[in-house]
């Protein structure tokens, strides 16, 4: 182990960019497709891993989609929860803030509180077993229709006190952020936090729209801001947080190769950037492994490594007084 991969290791650390249903494991999904008697398409655990070889986001997305369909009841949800956090209290993540789409599970019958209850079944679990606090993020699927959206958003309104937020995934080209106005807006009015993945795939004009039409609170991925001057400069300005996932970004095409990564560019222009994982299960490491590949391939430094943990936790919607604490404790932990 290089001192930069235990000093890594060691580091805490909030996840602010992770999907949990992009969280389960092959091993986990056949174990729920054989509790569940659901058929999967795969003899064998490699199997699974071998078919992980995408060439888009699409391409990605019709298998993790077809990967939820094990997921069925309150208890399936508490098990997904609670792997991920184990995987992620083992990297040292103190604090994470995750998605789920209910759609993908309310559209197959799944009713919207066994998700729900399962979820923060699986968070308070983390919490007093493992020290890990995090918050849940609903995210809509934008390939769907904004009245689907809102339908999901009125779903959740039992349960509001179990958000923090709303986010934008699924298909990005073809399903820009102005299609949400209005259920953003209506988000916002019940007190909720705006993300919003942006210029993964899609063009800066996209971003713009998050930006201006959404009014998000933190940007999802932002790599594509980089092909636009006036927006680097905007980014930058409004200390906007983008939760950038450089192994997914391999994964799927969005980046050629690690090397070409635009988080160091984005460090130099004064961008509030995050290490997150995405959909971990699927693109072949949790954070910290995503905060050592980049740093292997584009020769990170101590002090930028820290930077990204530090605002790891200043971009979180923990309360100012937890952030503060959390920061202190990574500018300790440096020292
Ligand atoms: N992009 C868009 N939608 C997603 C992703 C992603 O990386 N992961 C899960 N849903
Ligand atoms: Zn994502």
Redesign the pocket.
């Known amino acids: 182990m290089t001192d930069l991969t235990a000093y890594i290791a060691g580091l805490p650390k909030a996840e602010l960019h992770l999907?949990i249903?992009?969280s389960l494991e092959p091993e986990l999904m056949f174990e729920l497709a054989q509790r569940n008697g659901v058929s999967i398409p795969f003899d064998s655990v490699e199997a699974v891993r071998a078919a992980y070889d995408f060439s888009n986001?699409q391409d990605?997305?019709d298998i993790?989609y077809a990967g939820a369909n094990v997921l069925l009841t309150r208890q399936d949800f508490e098990d997904l929860a609670f792997a991920y956090f184990q995987r992620a209290a083992a990297d040292n993540v103190r604090h994470a803030e995750i998605?789920f789409?209910p759609q993908t599970h309310t559209d197959r019958g799944v009713a919207f509180g066994v998700v729900v209850e399962g979820l923060i079944a699986g968070m308070d679990r983390a919490k007093t077993e493992l020290g890990v606090t995090s918050g849940l993020i609903l995210?809509f699927l934008r390939h769907l229709t904004e009245e689907e959206a809102f339908a999901t958003l009125e779903m959740a309104k039992p349960y509001l006190h179990h958000f923090i937020g709303v986010g934008l995934?699924?298909?990005?080209v073809g399903h820009p952020p102005s299609k949400f106005v209005r259920v953003f807006a209506a988000a916002r009015e019940l007190g909720l936090k705006l993300c919003a993945?942006a210029g993964?795939e899609g063009p800066p004009a996209y971003v713009h729209e998050a930006l201006d039409l959404l009014h998000i609170d933190r940007m999802?991925?932002g790599n594509r801001s980089m092909e636009d001057e006036s927006l680097i400069q905007r980014l930058s300005a409004e200390q906007m947080t983008l939760t950038v996932?450089p192994l997914?970004n391999l994964k799927?095409c969005v980046v050629k190769d690690l090397k070409d990564h635009p988080v160091p560019e984005m460090l130099r222009r004064g961008l509030h950037v995050t290490l997150n994982s995405?959909?971990p299960a699927y693109f072949g490491g949790y954070v910290n492994a995503n905060y050592i590949r980049l740093a292997e391939a584009v020769g990170l430094s101590k002090e930028q490594v820290t930077e990204m943990a530090k605002n790891s936790f200043e971009g979180s919607f923990l309360p100012d007084a937890q952030k503060l604490k959390y920061m202190a404790e990574v500018d300790a932990y440096a020292a």
């Open positions: 999907h249903e992009g986001l990605f997305l993790y998605f789409d995210s995934d699924s298909s990005e993945h993964e999802d991925h996932c997914s799927l995405d959909d």
